[in-house]
Protein backbone atom coordinates (compact mmCIF):
# COMPACT_ATOMS: atom_id res chain seq x y z
CA UNK A 1 0.00 0.00 0.00
CA UNK A 2 1.78 2.91 -0.79
CA UNK A 3 0.58 6.94 -0.93
CA UNK A 4 -1.27 8.33 -3.55
CA UNK A 5 -1.34 11.98 -2.40
CA UNK A 6 2.70 13.81 -2.70
CA UNK A 7 3.60 14.86 0.12
CA UNK A 8 3.64 19.16 0.77
CA UNK A 9 2.91 21.56 3.00
CA UNK A 10 -0.37 21.17 5.31
CA UNK A 11 0.27 17.42 4.49
CA UNK A 12 0.13 14.98 6.77
CA UNK A 13 2.18 12.25 7.53
CA UNK A 14 0.08 8.63 8.95
CA UNK A 15 2.70 6.50 10.29
CA UNK A 16 2.25 3.07 9.12
CA UNK A 17 1.59 1.04 12.55
CA UNK A 18 4.40 -1.07 12.93
CA UNK A 19 7.41 1.71 13.09
CA UNK A 20 8.82 1.25 16.66
CA UNK A 21 10.77 4.84 15.87
CA UNK A 22 10.51 6.40 19.31
CA UNK A 23 9.13 9.59 17.89
CA UNK A 24 6.84 8.19 14.98
CA UNK A 25 5.38 5.01 16.64
CA UNK A 26 1.47 5.90 15.47
CA UNK A 27 2.13 9.64 14.90
CA UNK A 28 0.88 12.17 12.77
CA UNK A 29 3.47 14.14 11.34
CA UNK A 30 2.07 17.98 9.75
CA UNK A 31 4.27 19.10 7.06
CA UNK A 32 4.84 22.63 7.76
CA UNK A 33 7.41 22.88 4.65
CA UNK A 34 8.34 20.71 1.65
CA UNK A 35 10.96 21.28 -1.28
CA UNK A 36 13.96 20.78 -2.90
CA UNK A 37 16.23 21.56 0.24
CA UNK A 38 14.05 18.97 2.29
CA UNK A 39 10.62 18.55 4.76
CA UNK A 40 10.06 19.82 8.04
CA UNK A 41 7.14 18.84 10.50
CA UNK A 42 6.31 18.30 13.35
CA UNK A 43 4.37 15.38 15.38
CA UNK A 44 0.80 16.29 16.59
CA UNK A 45 0.12 13.14 19.07
CA UNK A 46 3.03 13.17 21.49
CA UNK A 47 2.47 15.42 24.15
CA UNK A 48 4.18 15.04 27.15
CA UNK A 49 3.55 15.40 31.01
CA UNK A 50 6.06 18.61 30.75
CA UNK A 51 4.34 22.17 31.13
CA UNK A 52 5.00 25.41 29.44
CA UNK A 53 6.46 27.19 32.17
CA UNK A 54 8.98 23.82 33.46
CA UNK A 55 10.67 25.31 30.22
CA UNK A 56 10.79 28.71 29.72
CA UNK A 57 13.14 31.56 30.73
CA UNK A 58 10.95 32.80 33.25
CA UNK A 59 12.59 36.10 33.35
CA UNK A 60 11.63 37.03 29.57
CA UNK A 61 8.12 34.76 28.91
CA UNK A 62 5.64 34.66 32.11
CA UNK A 63 3.12 32.06 31.88
CA UNK A 64 0.08 32.55 33.83
CA UNK A 65 -1.28 29.49 35.58
CA UNK A 66 -4.28 29.49 33.21
CA UNK A 67 -2.16 29.21 30.14
CA UNK A 68 0.38 26.54 31.93
CA UNK A 69 -0.26 24.23 28.57
CA UNK A 70 1.67 20.71 28.52
CA UNK A 71 4.18 20.63 25.81
CA UNK A 72 4.40 17.88 22.57
CA UNK A 73 7.54 16.04 21.35
CA UNK A 74 7.57 17.50 17.98
CA UNK A 75 10.11 15.26 16.69
CA UNK A 76 13.77 14.44 16.80
CA UNK A 77 15.57 17.17 15.46
CA UNK A 78 17.04 20.14 18.35
CA UNK A 79 15.18 18.70 20.82
CA UNK A 80 16.29 21.96 22.90
CA UNK A 81 14.15 24.39 21.00
CA UNK A 82 10.87 25.19 21.70
CA UNK A 83 8.57 25.91 17.78
CA UNK A 84 4.81 26.95 17.84
CA UNK A 85 2.09 26.41 15.93
CA UNK A 86 -1.17 28.73 16.25
CA UNK A 87 -4.85 29.40 14.96
CA UNK A 88 -4.07 32.97 14.85
CA UNK A 89 -2.25 35.07 12.64
CA UNK A 90 -4.39 37.93 13.05
CA UNK A 91 -2.52 38.57 16.13
CA UNK A 92 0.62 36.64 15.94
CA UNK A 93 2.97 38.69 13.38
CA UNK A 94 5.63 37.03 11.27
CA UNK A 95 4.16 33.71 11.43
CA UNK A 96 4.05 30.94 7.99
CA UNK A 97 0.64 29.82 6.82
CA UNK A 98 0.93 25.84 6.44
CA UNK A 99 -2.84 25.22 5.60
CA UNK A 100 -6.04 27.30 5.74
CA UNK A 101 -6.33 28.41 9.82
CA UNK A 102 -3.22 27.30 11.02
CA UNK A 103 0.51 28.73 11.06
CA UNK A 104 3.46 28.13 12.63
CA UNK A 105 5.66 30.79 13.91
CA UNK A 106 6.01 34.22 14.58
CA UNK A 107 6.92 36.84 17.04
CA UNK A 108 7.64 34.58 20.79
CA UNK A 109 7.66 37.97 22.33
CA UNK A 110 4.52 39.41 21.04
CA UNK A 111 3.01 35.63 21.78
CA UNK A 112 3.61 36.23 25.48
CA UNK A 113 2.67 39.82 25.30
CA UNK A 114 -0.80 38.24 24.06
CA UNK A 115 -0.92 35.18 26.54
CA UNK A 116 -0.45 38.17 29.71
CA UNK A 117 -3.26 40.20 28.25
CA UNK A 118 -5.34 37.39 27.65
CA UNK A 119 -5.46 37.61 23.79
CA UNK A 120 -4.90 34.19 22.91
CA UNK A 121 -6.19 31.31 24.94
CA UNK A 122 -5.04 28.30 25.28
CA UNK A 123 -6.53 26.07 22.50
CA UNK A 124 -5.40 28.86 19.85
CA UNK A 125 -1.81 27.56 20.26
CA UNK A 126 0.49 24.56 20.70
CA UNK A 127 4.22 24.42 21.79
CA UNK A 128 6.40 21.86 20.62
CA UNK A 129 10.03 20.67 21.39
CA UNK A 130 12.30 19.71 18.51
CA UNK A 131 10.81 18.62 14.87
CA UNK A 132 10.50 16.34 12.40
CA UNK A 133 13.54 16.70 9.34
CA UNK A 134 13.85 15.31 6.06
CA UNK A 135 17.09 15.95 4.06
CA UNK A 136 16.15 16.21 0.53
CA UNK A 137 14.64 12.71 -0.75
CA UNK A 138 15.05 11.36 2.34
CA UNK A 139 11.43 11.31 2.74
CA UNK A 140 10.55 10.02 -0.47
CA UNK A 141 12.71 6.73 0.31
CA UNK A 142 10.59 6.17 3.24
CA UNK A 143 7.59 6.45 1.39
CA UNK A 144 8.74 3.90 -0.81
CA UNK A 145 9.55 2.13 1.67
CA UNK A 146 5.75 2.35 2.73
CA UNK A 147 6.68 3.91 6.40
CA UNK A 148 4.16 6.88 5.67
CA UNK A 149 1.16 7.78 3.97
CA UNK A 150 0.44 10.92 3.03
CA UNK A 151 -3.26 12.45 3.52
CA UNK A 152 -5.11 15.50 3.74
CA UNK A 153 -6.28 16.86 6.68
CA UNK A 154 -8.00 20.28 8.21
CA UNK A 155 -6.83 22.75 11.22
CA UNK A 156 -10.47 21.39 13.02
CA UNK A 157 -9.41 17.58 12.18
CA UNK A 158 -5.56 18.29 13.78
CA UNK A 159 -6.54 20.41 16.78
CA UNK A 160 -10.20 19.22 18.12
CA UNK A 161 -9.15 15.18 18.04
CA UNK A 162 -7.39 14.51 21.28
CA UNK A 163 -3.70 13.25 20.97
CA UNK A 164 -4.59 9.56 22.21
CA UNK A 165 -7.07 8.98 19.26
CA UNK A 166 -5.72 11.26 16.58
CA UNK A 167 -3.43 8.38 14.66
CA UNK A 168 -6.58 6.30 14.96
CA UNK A 169 -8.87 8.36 13.54
CA UNK A 170 -6.59 9.83 10.78
CA UNK A 171 -6.10 5.95 9.57
CA UNK A 172 -10.00 5.70 9.97
CA UNK A 173 -10.08 8.93 7.11
CA UNK A 174 -7.70 6.95 5.07
CA UNK A 175 -10.39 4.28 3.86
CA UNK A 176 -10.95 0.61 3.94
CA UNK A 177 -7.27 0.12 2.65
CA UNK A 178 -6.18 0.57 5.74
CA UNK A 179 -9.20 0.20 8.34
CA UNK A 180 -6.97 -2.76 9.39
CA UNK A 181 -4.14 -0.91 10.97
CA UNK A 182 -6.47 0.27 13.58
CA UNK A 183 -6.94 -3.66 15.03
CA UNK A 184 -3.07 -4.09 14.65
CA UNK A 185 -1.04 -4.55 18.08
CA UNK A 186 1.62 -1.37 18.69
CA UNK A 187 4.13 -4.90 19.08
CA UNK A 188 3.69 -6.98 16.44
CA UNK A 189 5.58 -9.74 18.58
CA UNK A 190 2.51 -9.74 20.84
CA UNK A 191 0.41 -10.87 17.99
Do not use: C
Amino acid sequence: MSSIINPAQGKILVSEPFLQDFYFKRSIVLLAEHNEDGTFGLVLNKPTDIRLSEIINKESFRVPQDFDNFIYLGGPVKTDSLFFIHTRNDVIPNSFKIMEGLYWGGDIRHVNQLIEKKVLARNDIRFYLGYAGWEPKQLDRELKENSWVVADSSTEFLLKNPPESLWKNAVKRLGKEYAEWINYPIDPQLN
